[in-house]
Nanobody, 128 residues
Framework: QVQLVESGGGLVQAGGSLRLSCAAS????????MGWFRQAPGKEREFVAA????????YYARSVNGRFTISRDNAKNTVTLQMNSLKPEDTAVYYC?????????????????????WGQGTQVTVSS
């Protein structure tokens, strides 16, 4: 069974940086796409970024492109989201997600219902 455990959330001032990590276990993830979603209070879940476990192609939401970087460490089975130049509107619970598949990465930037596996989430709060 796939397990995803996030860490690294917290409180940061606008303009600062945070690094989120997701420890993945339970499967061999070579055929998986990994990603991050976020959900702010009163808002729908929003796609943030995705990465193909094998090959490492990446895809970002427009709102974070150029500020966030997704990466994976195959040896440690972890996925990382480096968040720079944070803004108050980045405040949300961030979820690590996983889905087995080989479609173009833009496909996975669609509905949250595409993704089968979710972590428990980690809170990120950006103060102004």
């Amino acid at each position: 069974q796939v397990q995803l455990v996030e860490s690294g959330g917290g409180l940061v001032q606008a303009g600062g940086s945070l690094r989120l990590s997701c420890a993945a276990s339970g499967r061999t993830f070579s055929s998986y796409v990994m990603g991050w979603f976020r959900q702010a209070p009163g808002k729908e879940r929003e796609f943030v970024a995705a990465i193909r476990w094998s090959g490492g192609g990446t895809y970002y939401a427009r709102s974070v492109n150029g500020r966030f970087t997704i990466s994976r460490d195959n040896a440690k089975n972890t996925v990382t989201l480096q968040m720079n130049s944070l803004k108050p509107e980045d405040t949300a619970v961030y979820y690590c997600v996983a889905e087995q598949g080989s479609r173009p990465l833009a496909y996975y930037g669609g509905s949250y219902s595409i993704w089968d596996y979710w972590g428990q989430g980690t809170q990120v709060t950006v103060s102004s």
